[in-house]
């Protein structure tokens, strides 16, 4: 997701500076204009806005706060934007340590996958203060289409997990429908296009039900992150008394992947445990 964010930074006229973890996937950056530094303390101190997107809350912990990280290349001024998907409670612990250092920060998650960040149509929820949220804008504007300020701190990614509820059960109703599709002998291309089309249909229907189809698992959003997620969900579902009886199931059967090694498999492939409890594969015949 970085990447192609990154890239649309570049394409906006904004002069970006980036670094990764393994400094070898920012070279593609390097050869688009941007500058490839050692370390996000060096980016904090190039940058009047640094943004984060990393796997977890430890980790944008870690890149905020640790050892050569955006707080020590921390100036007057320096606004820190995270698009990660974390805990709104750890989100909201950053924002109260940046600030008793000198800088501000705004939560800003997306949704819309890897199809999305290089078409620059993200949809992007943020949280954080006004004046904050309203500096950011040029730079949201450049990654994302959809692009809504939520409230306080926290309360962008309070809306993701709102979001990641959404795509676990959209994906478990596509995986449904079109299991029972298979088990009916019906064609599911034809299947999938009317659903598609009428009051079932869904993102995951239009764009993971053909690639399901046609036997395609490759990644766009990984099980393991859809698990990251879905227990980050369940963690503050838990704390507040929320009943969420279909992402729990969700998070059961994407676990079930996982015991099986296919975590790294693309979230849509949810339906591989649906067909084993049917003994079904719902794949489409070969077009002769």
Known sequence: MGLPMARNVLKAGFPLSVTNRTIAKAEPLRAAGATVC???????????????????????EAVTFGPDGIADGAHDG??????????????RDIAKRAEQLGFRTVDAPVSGGEVGAVEARLSIMIGGDDADVER????????????VHMGLHGAGQATKLANQIAVAVDNLGMAEALVFAASQGIDLRKAREVIASGAGGSW????????????????????????????????AAYASKT?????????????????????????????????????IDARAKKKT
């Open 204 to 235: 995951a229907m239009v764009n993971y039900a053909p690639k399901i189809l046609e036997g395609d698992f490759a990644p766009g959003f990984m099980v393991d992150l859809q698990q990251k997620d879905l227990r980050l969900v369940l963690d």
């Open 78 to 91: 320096l606004l820190a934007v995270d698009m990660s998907t974390i805990s709104p409670d750890v989100t």
């Open 136 to 147: 950011a804008m040029p730079l949201f504007r450049a990654m994302g289409k959809t692009i």
């Open 243 to 279: 009943p969420l009886s279909g992402t729990g199931l969700a998070h059961e059967l994407y676990t079930s992947l996982q015991r099986r090694g296919e975590g790294s498999l693309g979230n849509h492939a949810l339906i591989k445990a649906i067909e084993r409890l049917a003994g």
């Open 38 to 60: 050692a370390t996000p303390k060096e980016v904090a101190s190039r940058s009047d806005v640094v943004v984060t997107m990393v796997t977890s809350s430890p980790d944008v």
